[in-house]
């Protein structure tokens, strides 16, 4: 299997679903893209680190989901010495995909800290797909929390970011995105 068919089976394995808003604060102008997809009580976010070669620096990401389990699992695309132009060698979860088609990797279990926030090191030139169940929630904390205004309720705001530099010179991003029922 070619290393394009790595990242086909990546996008299958987290991009079904609506797609929801997402922003990404990063100072650091890294080339980082993320992706948030929910479906089938599943949130599944998709991250990219494009940087590579010479220079390139791993990023500290932490995800904000308000209302999200306090468990999560990840995948991670990499190829062998970051090298994006590796024929061979390339994972997904660990594993390979087969001649025959068929994935033979796995998704690794995560904790969120006490806060909800599922924070995570992503080296340079590497894709994850990050998978929280959101199926053991109610309708209401899957729209996140809500503020009582007199009469009114009003939605907490979201989709708000902020960035952190941590002492060994990698980058935090802080996002948060909305949960939106299922239609």
């Known amino acids: 299997i070619y290393p394009v068919g790595y990242g086909i089976k990546a996008f299958d394995l987290g991009g079904h679903g609506r797609a929801l808003p997402l ?7 890294v080339n980082l893209t ?4 929910r479906g089938a009580g599943k949130l599944f ?3 990219i680190n494009k940087k590579h070669g010479p220079g ?6 932490t995800i904000v989901a308000d209302g999200i389990a306090r468990r999560a699992q990840m995948i991670v695309l990499a190829a062998p010495d970051d090298d994006v132009a590796a024929k061979t060698g390339v994972t997904l979860g660990g594993g390979i995909i087969g001649d025959d088609g068929l994935w033979r990797g796995k998704w690794k279990t995560i904790q969120a800290n006490r806060r ?4 995570l090191e992503m080296p340079a ?3 994850a797909v990050l998978k929280l169940d959101t199926s053991r929630f109610s309708r209401r904390q899957r729209r996140g929390p809500v503020k009582r205004a007199g ?3 009003q939605k907490r705001i979201a989709g708000t970011s ?3 530099h941590k002492s060994d010179g990698t980058r935090r991003w802080i996002s948060s995105f909305p949960h939106q029922p299922k239609t």
Do not use: E, F, K
Not at 34 to 37: F, K, L, N, Q, S
Not at 116 to 119: F, S, V
């Open 162 to 164: 902020s960035a952190n």
């Open 125 to 127: 030139a590497t894709a």
């Open 45 to 47: 976010v998709t991250l």
């Open 56 to 61: 390139a620096r791993d990023a500290a990401v």
């Open 116 to 119: 909800g926030r599922c924070i």
């Open 23 to 29: 922003t990404i604060s990063n100072a650091d102008d």
């Open 34 to 37: 993320a992706y948030a997809v």
């Open 151 to 153: 009469h009114r309720r």
